[in-house]
């Protein structure tokens, strides 16, 4: 007999009876407060065929979201940028300065001859990816002031920050003294879904829930969230995976 995975037990007054959730790093049953232990692992017994099967999906899903990111950061390699790709190009240089710039057309990598002969193609993949990512985050930022200009004073609300983050499981967030918070990924999707997720952030400072007032607050400005907010949860894992 195979035997049975592990799994996590969490107890909820609202649980009539058991049920099983699978995702990716953990299997977890949800069980009623009073359920006999005994009996949880009787169930799950019972299930380990269905779990198996749960388990499968998962992890057929996973490998089928595909990253934002080239395989490789070398001579015409496409970058992502506001759901756009463009070719990276490598420029020799004499100067010793590395650097990175953007032309509408494409993205244009200036390195010393001399260093550039003394990088491995990784270890070149490597500087350049972390001279995008850098790039990036600048980007992110300029974007997210365009936005918050424009629509902090139609909505009359104004943050007292506005921060680009690397995080792994969230779009945004608003503190409590209307600190905002942006994932710097946001910058590789389309400008209307990053503009999307600055006004609902900016909402919160006055709608600290997802009520329909807040949907309703978030509509004013931004009539076709709906739409936007889909983009995110077609594209949000793949975009997950950074670059
Ligand atoms: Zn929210």
Known sequence: MKTQAAYQIRRSPRAKRARIIVTADKIEVVA???????????????????????????????????????????????????????????????????????????????????????????ELSEKVRELVITWMFQAAREQAIKSLDHYAPLYQLKPRSITIKAVKSRWGSCGIHNDINLNWLLILAPAEVYEYVVIHELCHIQQRNHSAAFWALVAQHCPDYKQRRAWLKQQGASLMLGL
């Not at 998962?58 to 001579?75: D, W």
């Not at 953007?102 to 003394?118: D, G, H």
């Open 32 to 122: 009623p407060l009073r359920m006999p232990e005994k009996q949880i692992k009787l169930f799950m017994q019972e299930k380990q065929l269905w779990v198996e099967n749960a388990k499968n999906q998962v992890a057929e899903h996973a490998a089928n979201i595909t990253s934002f990111a080239p395989k490789s950061y070398q001579q015409g390699a496409m970058i992502p940028y506001q759901a756009n790709q463009y070719p990276l190009l490598i420029e020799l240089t004499k100067s010793s300065q590395l650097r990175i710039e953007f032309n509408q057309e494409n993205f244009t990598l200036y390195i010393a001859k001399p260093l550039y002969s003394t990088l491995s193609a990784a």
